[in-house]
């Protein structure tokens, strides 16, 4: 499986990014994938995750209110959609998928195999 992200960039506090991670390979619309981002100086942190008939979604907290984790199955799609920004979400952002056949969501970077490359989002006061 390959995973390709997109969508990061520049925006000032309040604003809002859409982020894509588009998977490649043989049923890719049939894992389950998770968002995690990385800031300077930090670890990896979970961000949010979904099944990939969209019936189910798990957000951590600061996420909750604010993103939004869905598919575009047509064009084998994940998508974050990420509003209120803050300064603090500033990071580079990664999608990552788990295991065909795995049905559990998962926080953890250790559940994930497949890995994007990340995008960058900078948030500016």
């Known amino acids: 499986v390959q995973l390709q992200a997109s969508g990061g960039g520049y925006v000032q506090a309040g604003g809002s990014l859409t982020l894509s991670c588009a998977a490649s390979?043989?049923?890719?619309?049939?894992?389950?994938m998770g968002w995690f981002r990385q800031a300077p100086g930090k670890v990896r942190e979970f961000v949010a995750a979904s099944t990939p008939n969209i019936e189910n979604n798990i957000y951590s907290d600061f996420a909750k209110g604010r993103f939004t984790s869905s598919r575009d199955t047509a064009k084998h799609t994940a998508i974050l959609q990420m509003n209120s920004l803050k300064p603090e979400d500033t990071a580079v952002y990664y999608c990552?998928?788990?295991?065909?056949?795995?049905?559990?969501?998962?926080?953890?970077?250790?559940?994930?195999?497949?890995w994007g490359q990340g995008t960058l989002v900078t948030v500016s006061s």
């Open positions: 990552a998928a788990r295991p065909v056949g795995i049905t559990v969501l998962s926080r953890s970077t250790s559940a994930y195999r497949w």
């Open positions: 390979g043989r049923a890719a619309n049939s894992y389950i």
